[in-house]
């Protein structure tokens, strides 16, 4: 996608082989591109989401292994890279679903062949994410061609998103904003509602920011206000991402994406999620009580990060002093209040019969391994 015309992806590497990402902590008020080299480095960039979104997650982590194979390819270094990575994000899938399809790769073979299979294969992994993310875009684009053709001539469709799922969430494209950029690509009038997404604001940090660098028509609303829009309704239809969708259809995505998907219930709004394939989890079933619910620090609670008067970027205190806060990142959607998956290979129920039909060869190899 483009900043300021300018072509970018979240993460790239340069034709010195040197890996770069966008630093996103500073956004949408700075633009900082910035070097990843050496595994804690790595670890670091994950854990304190300088990248976030679980497709970014895994090409940063696929990354990170290719970058230690470069400087210790042995068995030991191996496992002890798995580790380190993983332990850095518990919920999103797409990082234990990268770092295994690495050592998949890379174990069979001898140390002194896995350096340059490792940056084949995390290459790889990053333009695979690219075109699952274009191929989700022109999936979803159907069932917006389909709400505007049920509208008078030039009525916008309206869309409402949470969290960011955008182009910074992926390598490039995004999941829940690729078929909203194909409807504007087929003149399509689209307006997007952006959930601000406390506590971090990712949508009014990062999904405007991208919108707005895209000329896509938006609002910035506050979490509270998607329901009233629906009540009135302002809102035709909800795409969300995932981090992690169990063999039920069960979706594990942003904290504040299940009170969404009740409202979109109750008012009778389709409830779309988009899903890139390596986000399933064939291994668990049940979302609310199997899938691991990361917890962060209560500073992303009780402070807020946002640009000064003189333009300066700080942290504020939003709290009384010696209020402390609970801080889940995460919240699990039912199935049955998702109304589709938008995934690479077409849209699908949310459900263990129909998920399987459509994805019954990485099921049966994912539970091999």
Same mark, same amino acid.
């Given at each position: 996608?483009?900043?300021?015309?300018?072509?970018?992806?979240? $993460?790239?590497?340069?034709?010195?082989?040197?890996?770069?990402?966008?630093?996103?902590?500073? &956004?949408?008020?700075? &633009?900082?591109? +910035?070097? /990843?080299?050496?595994?804690?480095?790595?670890?670091?960039?994950?854990?304190?989401?300088?990248?976030?979104?679980?497709?970014?997650?895994?090409?940063?982590?696929?990354?990170?292994?290719?970058?230690?194979?470069?400087?210790?390819?042995?068995?030991?270094? &191996?496992?002890?890279?798995?580790?380190?990575?993983?332990?850095?994000?518990?919920?999103?899938?797409? *990082?234990?679903? #990268? *770092?295994?399809?690495?050592?998949?790769? /890379?174990?069979?073979?001898?140390?002194?062949?896995?350096? %340059?299979?490792?940056?084949?294969?995390?290459?790889?992994?990053?333009?695979?994410?690219?075109?699952?993310?274009?191929?989700?875009?022109?999936?979803?684009?159907?069932?917006?061609?389909? !709400?505007? #053709?049920?509208?008078?001539?030039?009525?916008?469709?309206? !869309?409402?998103?949470?969290?960011?799922?955008?182009?910074?969430?992926?390598?490039?494209?995004?999941?829940?904003?690729?078929? $909203?950029?194909?409807?504007?690509?087929?003149? =399509?009038?689209?307006?997007?509602?952006?959930?601000?997404?406390?506590?971090?604001?990712?949508?009014?940090?990062?999904?405007?920011?991208?919108?707005?660098?895209?000329?896509?028509?938006?609002?910035?609303?506050?979490?509270?206000?998607?329901?009233?829009?629906?009540?009135?309704?302002?809102?035709?239809?909800?795409?969300?991402?995932?981090?992690?969708?169990?063999?039920?259809?069960? +979706?594990?995505?942003? =904290?504040?994406?299940? *009170?969404?998907?009740?409202?979109?219930?109750?008012?009778?709004?389709?409830?779309?999620?988009?899903?890139?394939?390596?986000?399933?989890?064939?291994?668990?079933?049940?979302?609310?009580?199997?899938?691991?619910?990361?917890?962060?620090?209560? %500073?992303?609670?009780?402070?807020?990060?946002?640009?000064?008067?003189?333009?300066?970027? +700080?942290?504020?205190? =939003?709290?009384?002093?010696?209020?402390?806060?609970?801080?889940? %990142?995460?919240?699990?959607?039912?199935?049955?209040?998702?109304?589709?998956?938008?995934?690479?290979?077409?849209?699908?129920?949310?459900?263990?019969?129909?998920?399987?039909?459509?994805?019954?060869? &990485?099921?049966?190899?994912? *539970?091999?391994?």
């Amino acid at each position: 996608m483009k900043i300021n015309g300018k072509p970018y992806r979240s $993460i790239w590497r340069e034709p010195s082989g040197e890996v770069q990402i966008i630093d996103q902590r500073w &956004l949408p008020h700075e &633009l900082r591109i +910035v070097p /990843l080299a050496g595994r804690a480095r790595y670890a670091e960039a994950i854990r304190d989401m300088w990248v976030r979104g679980a497709p970014l997650i895994g090409a940063t982590a696929a990354y990170g292994v290719a970058d230690q194979m470069a400087r210790d390819p042995s068995d030991a270094s &191996l496992s002890e890279t798995w580790e380190v990575l993983h332990e850095t994000r518990p919920t999103a899938i797409n *990082l234990r679903w #990268a *770092l295994d399809e690495m050592d998949r790769v /890379l174990r069979p073979l001898a140390p002194a062949d896995r350096t %340059a299979a490792a940056w084949i294969r995390a290459d790889e992994i990053a333009e695979e994410d690219v075109e699952i993310n274009r191929r989700i875009g022109e999936n979803g684009l159907a069932i917006i061609r389909g !709400i505007a #053709a049920r509208k008078k001539p030039g009525e916008r469709v309206n !869309i409402l998103t949470h969290c960011n799922a955008g182009w910074p969430a992926t390598v490039d494209w995004g999941t829940a904003t690729s078929p $909203i950029y194909h409807a504007v690509e087929a003149g =399509i009038p689209v307006h997007v509602f952006v959930d601000e997404t406390r506590p971090r604001n990712q949508g009014a940090q990062l999904t405007a920011w991208e919108l707005n660098s895209a000329g896509v028509s938006h609002d910035l609303i506050v979490d509270n206000a998607g329901g009233h829009l629906m009540q009135h309704g302002e809102i035709d239809m909800v795409i969300v991402g995932t981090d992690r969708t169990t063999a039920q259809g069960d +979706v594990c995505n942003k =904290i504040g994406t299940y *009170l969404k998907a009740l409202a979109a219930r109750a008012n009778g709004v389709p409830f779309y999620v988009a899903l890139p394939s390596p986000t399933i989890d064939w291994t668990v079933v049940d979302g609310v009580k199997e899938i691991p619910i990361e917890e962060r620090s209560d %500073a992303e609670v009780t402070h807020v990060q946002g640009k000064d008067a003189s333009g300066k970027i +700080v942290q504020v205190q =939003i709290s009384p002093d010696g209020t402390g806060g609970r801080n889940p %990142a995460f919240d699990v959607t039912p199935a049955a209040l998702v109304t589709g998956l938008i995934t690479e290979r077409g849209v699908c129920a949310a459900d263990s019969a129909a998920m399987e039909a459509m994805f019954g060869d &990485l099921k049966s190899a994912a *539970l091999k391994r």
